[in-house]
Structures are given as C-alpha cells and as structure tokens.
C-alpha cells in the first residue's frame, strides 16, 4: 500500500485558518482587525521613519505613526491626551459601522432587487401584447412567427410565461428566433396555472393569448388548469382578447371549449398532425406548399373587401385581382364558404378569403383578358387508381394516422403496418364506409435491427409513412430512430434503382437537413407545423374555419396536380389560363411547383400566388397547387353556370367595378 503524503506546514496553516473562520461572524470581524492593524501600522511607521520631515523624538515620531494609520482606516487624526485619541477612533469606528452598514442594505436591496428581475416575477405593463403560455416544441416557432407578422406594423412585445428559468428561457430563444427586430420579447417564470401568477403578464390588455401544450403526460391537463386560470382573471364574459389553445387528445378538446369560453379556439395537435401526413401521402410535396403558404414569409390567407364584386358569381371574382387568389367567401353571418361554387353570389356584407402578401395589397383588376383559351385542357384528369402503402413505427398518433387514410383512400386501397410493439385498438376492422375503401394489415417485426429493415421488399408500395416514437418510449431520442429508417429505406432505394415516396414525422426542426430523402419525399416536423398554424389563427381568429377544413378529411383541401390536367404540356400560358382552367374544375388555383427546381433551395420550386400575368413553359412534370373538393375526378364540378359566367367565356361581360 502507497503510504500517505505528510501534510505541509502550508496546509495545517490553512486549515487552521479556514476553521477560525467558520466559527463566527465575531471571529471573521477580528481576524480582519488584525491583518489590518498588522499591514497599517508597519507601513505606516516606515513611512514616519524614512521621512526627512518627521520629528525627532520618538514620542513625536509614534503620533505620527498613529497619525498616518487613523488617516488610513479612517479613524480621525486627532492628537493629544490617549482619552481623546481613544474617543477619537471610536467615533470613527461607530462611522465606519454606519456607513458599512448603509452600504450593506442598500447592496442587498439591489441584489434581492436584481435576483427578483432574473427569476421572472415582476409585472409586466403593456397594452397590445401577445401572451404565450406554456413552454413545447412548438414556442420557438409561435415567438419567430409572431416577430415576423409583425414586423410591418407598430412594435409590439411578446411575452411569455412558462414555468422555466427565466435566462434559460431567455437563451432558448434567442437561439432559435435570433435577433427580434423592433418587438421585445420578454419572459417571466412561474406556473401560468397560478392566476396571482398570470395576472404578472396582463392578459386583459392583451392582443391575444396563446396556451402551449407542454411534452409532458400531463399535458393537456395542464392547459385546461391554464384556460380555468385565464378564466378566473379575466371573467366569464365575453370581453378580453381571443384566446387559442392546444391539446394533443381529442377528448380534452370539448373541456377546453368551455374553459376557453366564447372568445377561445382550440386546436387538437395530434389530429392535425395525423391530417397533414394523411393527405402527404397522396400529394408528395404538400408539405412544402404548407411550410410556405402558414409561415409568414411569403404569401399567407386574409380577409379582404368585396365591394366591387357584390352581385356578381364567385367564378368571376377568381380572375378579379392581380396581386391576390381568391379561395372563399365569409358570409354576413359568418359562415365560412371555402371553393364554393362558381355560380356563388356574392352577397353584401361578405369578405373574401385571399391568398396574398399583406392585407393591403388585395385590390381589384380585371385578368380575363389574360386567359388563353387555346391553352386549357377540357378533357377529364383519369381516374386516381387504388394505392398499396407502408407504415414503419408507431406512436400515439399512429391510430389517428389511420383513420385519416381510411377517409381519404380510394377504394381498394391497402395499408401495410409494420411495428415492433402490440397494436392498440380492435382486431377487427369498424364496418364503416372508410373502412371498406382500405384494407389494414398489422405485422410485428423488430425495426430497430437493420436486417430487418434492408429486408423489406418497396416494389408493391406506392408510398411509405414512417413514424417514430413517442418521446419517452425509450433511451433514445424519437428522431433517431426515425433517422436510421430513413437510412435503410434511401439504401434500398439505391440497391433497386426506385425512388419511394416517403412520408416522415420528425420532432426536431433542426433534423430536417439530416433526413436523408429524395426531392418528391415529405417530412412533417410536428411542432413546427402546429406552431405555424397557430401563429396564422392567432393573427385573424377567422381563419380557424378555412384552417379546420383544409386539414381535414373532408370539404375542400389543398392539392398538388398534374400541370397536364389544366394546360396543354409545353405551352406558354399564363398563371390567369391556370386559373381559369382550375375554375372550370370547380377549383381554386393559389400557385404552382415547378419540377426542374423541386430540389433547389429555398423554395424547391414552390411559387404561390404568382401575378396573374406572369407567363411560363408548362411542363408535363409541373405541379398546380389548387383549393380543390375530394374526390375530384370529373370535370364539371363547379356546379350550374350563371349568365355572367356563360358570357364571360367570349368576355362579354363588363367588369364590375
């Protein structure tokens, strides 16, 4: 055995002196007595005693001394008797004491002042502000959204409480959202279920407030004790700002409904999630024309004047803006009417839902005289065959994923699943519509071994969804097992030589660049999609209806389709031609994916609400983004044409103005 170091006299020294430390505050207060008195006093006496000016005697040269160290310790310098040089010192000392001890309190106010300000508890006064509540994956694309809409308008502040760190908070988002422009971001900690503690953000001054479901199991519990809280201060009545909120089960909605009140909307995460990966698996590229049209960078829904178009059918409002794609009507009464028949008057008191860049650039103008007639295809698109599809993983979301498939599915249509853990739910397929249109098949296999992944055979599937855990499920995070499928499936994409449409679920934003896929591939980022609709709602409340029916199973929804379908293959034509081709469908066009650039960043080739002037080469591989009716496989879906519309084919109709 190594015998022991023997211990220094340096270090016995310190130990000793660290113990007398720690006996007392009294023991402290000497200790620094002495080591003053014992570097003053000699400095002191060697600076009498080097001094040519000093006096001669000894007595004079000690009052000196003493002289100079009172000066330094601020003690007095009064000579004399020992009496008045002890009251002397004394009094200084007392002084000393006093204003050591003013200095103290007024130093500890300032700090329990600052660390009071770090903790996120102080009052927030502002008018006008947005309130974000909650902390998820989704808040950094909530706070970067909110900056940017609005950035053209007065600077306003974001404010968020979470039950977090304040700085933490703080670094988060500066990270994700960078630099916020004119708007202050400010954040504040504290459990916004505490109505003491929501009160600190002003909700009652608020523009509108938005309650974030977190990761956690309980999570929409929690946003049901949040919307009680907002409740409690801000009334029952039905004054206040709008509040949206979130959850992630839908039997929590209906109870979030009534917390919310009159002035709330509530979104269901999980279900959005689930629609937007359904209706991917159909439309490969979909998720791009999302990401564009519900951030805030581009061209987004907004609410518009009709005036020039009352009395006049819906058909001809489509070719009426320039700058603008018109995709519905709200009603008096507030109904939303979205790609409504082209024979729809519009009555007044109705606003137009326009795709455009800001809600002052919709203004009128006349494009019929931009349509080429010559250009548009008049015989019906064939017939969507029935399609064999693959789903890898399973998650919480996966049963919703399911049912959104068997909605949208063309009859005949099989869904293969492959899972490594038991299925949930019945084993025997619901007698429904939906589900005679598709047929699911379960099989358990091990996916995280990669033989069992470069096993699979892809030549019968026309499309592939692969889902990733939930978070918790394991010691991984959800995306990398996510990522290594997505590796094994590029490898035998590779092996065969065919590119598989692929449809994944990602957690992280920041994994998107790693997913290795190919140009007609979709990835749904969950969060991010969840947060950008959110954002788009939290700007014009009216939007949740045109939103709710987009993502859903039924009504209108957006599409990608054949350029073929609308204009002849490598024909110059106007985006007004599209247009107006796509009306004659029953549709509304809103853009269009150009396929030479589907792989070029930072667009892929995605252009919505182009000019309807703006002329190109239409290719047979090109894409229209339409607001279209499912099913559409016919042509003539737009309903009875009016006069107007007739007329309008030999433009014979004057524009209304």
């Known amino acids: 055995m190594e015998e022991p170091r023997p211990v220094t006299l340096q270090e016995r020294a310190r130990y000793r002196f660290d113990r007398t430390l720690a006996r007392s505050t009294g023991t402290l207060m000497g200790w620094l007595v002495i080591t003053c008195l014992a570097v003053v006093v000699p400095v002191s006496a060697l600076l009498v005693w080097t001094d040519p000016g000093s006096p001669r005697s000894l007595p004079g040269r000690l009052t000196a001394v003493w ?14 008797t020992p009496l008045r040089m002890l009251l002397a010192a004394l009094l200084g000392l007392v002084a000393l004491l006093c204003v050591s001890t003013l200095v103290g309190v007024i130093t500890t106010g300032l700090a329990d002042r600052l660390a009071e300000l770090s903790r996120g508890r102080s009052t927030v006064i502002e008018e006008g502000h947005a ?78 407030v938005l309650v974030l479901p977190s990761g956690e199991p309980a999570a929409d519990a929690e946003v049901l004790r949040v919307l009680l809280a907002l409740r409690a201060v ?17 039997r929590y909605r209906a109870p979030a409904r009534l917390a919310a009140g009159a002035r ?38 907004h609410l518009a004047d009709s005036s020039a178009f009352h009395g006049s059918p819906f058909g001809t409002v489509l070719l009426g803006h320039a700058t603008s794609c018109v995709v519905g009507l709200l009603t008096p009464e507030g109904r939303t009417l979205l790609n409504p028949s082209a024979g729809t008057v519009v009555a007044p008191g109705s606003r137009l839902i326009v795709l455009t860049r800001d809600d002052d650039t919709t203004r009128p103008e006349d494009c019929r005289h931009l349509v080429d007639r010559a250009a548009i295809v008049t015989d019906p698109p064939p017939p969507e065959d029935a399609a064999h599809l693959l789903l890898l993983g399973w998650n919480r979301r996966a049963p919703l994923v399911v049912d959104q498939l068997r909605r949208t599915a063309r009859p005949g249509s099989v869904l293969h699943v492959i ?53 918790g499920d394991g010691p991984d995070r959800p995306d990398d097992r996510t990522l290594v499928t997505l590796l094994a499936v590029r490898l035998l994409e590779d092996r065969t030589g065919r590119e598989m449409r692929v449809v994944t679920e990602l957690i992280d934003d920041r994994n998107r660049p790693l997913a290795p896929l190919n140009p007609g591939s979709d990835v749904i980022v969950s969060g991010e999609l969840t947060g950008l609709l959110m954002a788009q709602i939290a700007q014009n409340r009216h939007l949740a209806a045109v939103f709710d029916e987009l993502f859903s199973a039924d009504g209108s929804t957006i599409c990608l389709r054949p350029a073929v379908h609308y204009v002849r293959p490598g024909s110059e034509a106007s985006f007004a031609t599209v247009v107006a081709a796509a009306r004659d469908r029953g549709e509304c066009a809103i853009g269009y ?63 209304r103005q």
Request: proline share 8%.
């Open 419 to 471: 899972t490594d853990r038991a299925v949930p739910g019945p084993a025997r397929e619901p007698e429904t519509a939906a589900a005679a249109r598709l047929t699911v098949r379960f099989q358990s296999a091990d996916l995280s071994r990669p033989e069992t992944l470069l096993g699979l055979d892809l030549a019968p599937y026309d499309g592939m969804v692969v889902l990733g855990p939930d978070p």
């Open 234 to 250: 801000l009334g029952d009545g039905t004054g206040g700002p709008p509040v949206l909120a979130a959850v992630r089960d839908d």
């Open 264 to 301: 709330g909307t509530v979104l269901e995460t999980d279900t959005v999630t689930a629609r937007l990966i359904a209706q991917c698996v159909g439309r490969p590229g979909l998720s791009v024309v999302l990401r564009d049209l519900l951030d805030f960078a581009g061209d987004e829904f």
């Open 593 to 655: 994916r150009r396929h030479d650039r589907r792989a070029t960043l930072p667009d892929l080739g995605v252009r919505l609400n182009p000019h309807k002037g703006e002329r190109r080469a239409w290719s047979a591989e090109d894409q229209v983004v339409v607001v279209a009716s499912e099913p559409s496989d016919a042509a003539g879906s737009s309903g009875p044409e009016t006069d107007e519309l007739q007329a309008e084919r030999g433009d014979a109709t004057p524009y």
């Open 131 to 208: 309130v974000v509540l909650g902390w998820s994956d989704q808040v950094a694309t909530v706070v970067g959204e909110l900056v940017a809409a609005q950035a053209a308008h007065r600077p306003r502040a974001i404010v968020l409480l979470a039950d977090r760190d304040k700085t933490e908070m703080e670094r988060a988002l500066a990270l994700r959202t960078g630099t916020p422009g004119r708007v202050r971001i400010i954040c504040r900690s504290g459990p916004a279920s505490d109505p003491d503690v929501l009160a600190l953000v002003s909700p009652r001054t608020a523009s509108t």
């Open 67 to 80: 002289r100079t160290s009172a000066e330094t310790l601020r003690l007095g310098a009064v000579t004399g």
